[in-house]
T-cell receptor, first 110, second 122 residues
Framework: EDQVTQSPEALRLQEGESSSLNCSYT??????LFWYRQDPGKGPEFLFT???AGEEKEKERLKATLTKKESFLHITAPKPEDSATYLC???????????FGQGTELSVKP | GAVVSQHPSRVICKSGTSVKIECRSL??????MFWYRQFPKQSLMLMAT?????????EQGVEKDKFLINHASLTLSTLTVTSAHPEDSSFYIC??????????????????FGEGSRLTVL
């Protein structure tokens, strides 16, 4: 069964304390792995798309990496404004449908 | 990046009434849009795929007669929750896919989400 699992469910960090969020997936025929940020009461905000194992992408304090079984979202020296829920989603066919993980709720304290 | 707009952002209605939510792609044409719902502290669950000029494709367990989807133009899809009940209260989010040939890779296209619509049925 196609599945996307994120860990941890919640993560509390001190400002400046770097860490990583994990997204593991079991799908056949991966066509893309997406990372989104979601603030309370808002729609997901697009961060990255990764297409093949070994690919890496960066944006400010965030870096996303991809292997054949999982993706990591590394957060370097986070700030309180990085607090949000981070969602991972996988596209496995041409239709564009995504399977979402449960999300990781990140809280960064000053 | 691409912009997808939803309206209304919040709606409160009485049980038994119908509610329409609009999803617009503001700076690109979207032949395909997706409708999701999200319960508190849960992830997004795909409800249906909206195709311009044809019938929507619903996911298993989603009542197509209750959640009416119309994709009449390349920039607008609407979701109508008919005869709403309190259990339909949720956060409804649409997304639009960049057409093939745009984005980083032409076959996948990138998906952008609207701001979401919070439905509360009393």
């Amino acid at each position: 069964e196609d599945q996307v699992t994120q860990s941890p469910e919640a993560l509390r960090l001190q400002e400046g304390e770097s860490s990583s969020l994990n997204c593991s997936y079991t799908v056949s025929g991966l066509r893309g792995l997406f990372w989104y940020r979601q603030d309370p009461g808002k729609g997901p905000e697009f961060l990255f798309t990764l297409y093949s194992a070994g690919e890496e992408k960066e944006k400010e304090r965030l870096k996303a990496t991809l292997t054949k079984k999982e993706s990591f979202l590394h957060i370097t020296a986070p700030k309180p404004e990085d607090s949000a829920t981070y969602l991972c989603a996988v596209q496995y066919n041409q239709g564009g449908k995504l399977i979402f993980g449960q999300g990781t709720e990140l809280s960064v304290k000053p | 990046g691409a912009v997808v707009s939803q309206h209304p952002s919040r709606v409160i209605c009485k049980s038994g009434t119908s509610v329409k939510i609009e999803c617009r792609s503001l700076d690109f044409q979207a032949t395909t849009m997706f409708w999701y719902r999200q319960f508190p502290k849960q992830s997004l669950m795909l409800m249906a795929t909206s195709n311009e000029g044809s019938k929507a494709t619903y996911e298993q367990g989603v009542e197509k007669d209750k959640f009416l989807i119309n994709h009449a133009s390349l920039t607008l899809s609407t979701l109508t929750v008919t005869s709403a009940h309190p259990e339909d209260s949720s956060f409804y989010i649409c997304s639009a896919r960049l057409p093939r040939g745009t984005g980083a890779q032409s076959n996948t296209g990138e998906l952008f989400f609207g701001e979401g619509s919070r439905l509360t049925v009393l």
